[in-house]
């Protein structure tokens, strides 16, 4: 296997079926929990820039010269996204000093909140789907992952009551 499928595949999660974009955005979960474990927050977030620089690249030689600009076993763009969708849960834990474990709920919501996103494509994650690039298909998955990001930082402010209701 070259060095861009692993990485586009993200060592081979994205050639499980079905649903390969729902394998990636698992595999994407213990990666997470373990970029924090090393690195607190500003490892996950750094990390996130730079797997969305080497998917793009990696998409770009994946699927050139090919009709499909998007094929399914790409599924570096979902752990971008979902990496994305973490950084409130990721950044919460740093600030409480707590285990990133004992925010499941915000991990069960991100990863919800992004799979739905990324389905469902509503408006500027659907606008940069039809981009039919290498750059589409990433950005989709990062506004899906932002888009999820605020869903959970959302949760996080009505499951611990800070709207003084």
Do not use: C, N, Y
């Not at 989709?140 to 402010?157: K, N, S």
């Amino acid at each position: 296997m070259r060095a861009t499928q692993v990485i586009a595949t993200f060592f081979g999660a994205g050639l499980l079926r079905p649903a390969p974009g729902t394998w990636g955005s698992l595999a994407a979960l213990p990666a997470a929990w373990g970029l924090h474990q090393l690195g607190g927050f500003w490892l996950l977030a750094a990390a996130t820039v730079i797997v969305f620089a080497l998917g793009w690249w990696a998409t770009h030689v994946e699927t050139a010269g090919r009709s499909d600009p998007d094929p399914s076993e790409i599924v570096i763009d979902e752990v971008a996204g979902m990496w994305l969708a973490l950084w409130p849960v990721s950044l919460g834990a740093m600030m409480q000093d707590v285990p990133v474990t004992a925010l499941w709920p915000g991990w069960i919501v991100a990863f919800l909140a992004f799979r739905a996103f990324d389905i469902w494509k509503p408006g500027p994650v659907g606008l940069a789907d039809r981009m039919h690039s290498p750059l589409g298909v990433m950005l989709d998955d990062i506004i899906a992952g932002a888009l999820a990001a605020m869903v959970v930082a959302v949760a996080a402010v009505v499951a611990h009551g800070m709207m003084g209701l």
